[in-house]
Nanobody, 114 residues
Framework: QVQLVESGGGLVQPGGSLRLSCAASGFTFRSYAMGWYRQAPGKERELVAAISSGGSTYYADSVKGRFTVSRDNVKNTLYLQMNSLKSEDTAVYYC????????WGQGTQITVSS
């Protein structure tokens, strides 16, 4: 069945870095654009970065220049390299397909705090 499993979250100090991974299964990963989303407490889930099947990328203004999305179509894995983290990046991070969404995974918590 379709499954999205996020990992790599944790507690990090402001200015630090983390790399998130999303292992995808149950669909033809290489054929779809994928995105990283986040949801902070009391806020709506938002798209922060996306990558097309061909490798074109999109970033929300709030993360542009700090986050890098990439994919490995052999390993069916989506990545998010997060640098220069700020307190406002604190949220649960999820991956999902762009367009027609799949069932959400459990997400991975990122907490940026000193």
């Amino acid at each position: 069945q379709v499954q999205l499993v996020e990992s790599g979250g944790g507690l990090v100090q402001p200015g630090g870095s983390l790399r998130l991974s999303c292992a995808a299964s149950g669909f033809t990963f290489r054929s779809y654009a994928m995105g990283w989303y986040r949801q902070a407490p009391g806020k709506e889930r938002e798209l922060v970065a996306a990558i097309s099947s061909g490798g074109s990328t999109y970033y929300a203004d709030s993360v542009k220049g700090r986050f890098t999305v990439s994919r490995d179509n052999v390993k069916n894995t989506l990545y998010l390299q997060m640098n220069s983290l700020k307190s406002e990046d604190t949220a649960v991070y999820y991956c999902n397909r762009r367009g027609i969404l799949l069932p959400w995974g459990q997400g991975t918590q990122i907490t940026v705090s000193s």
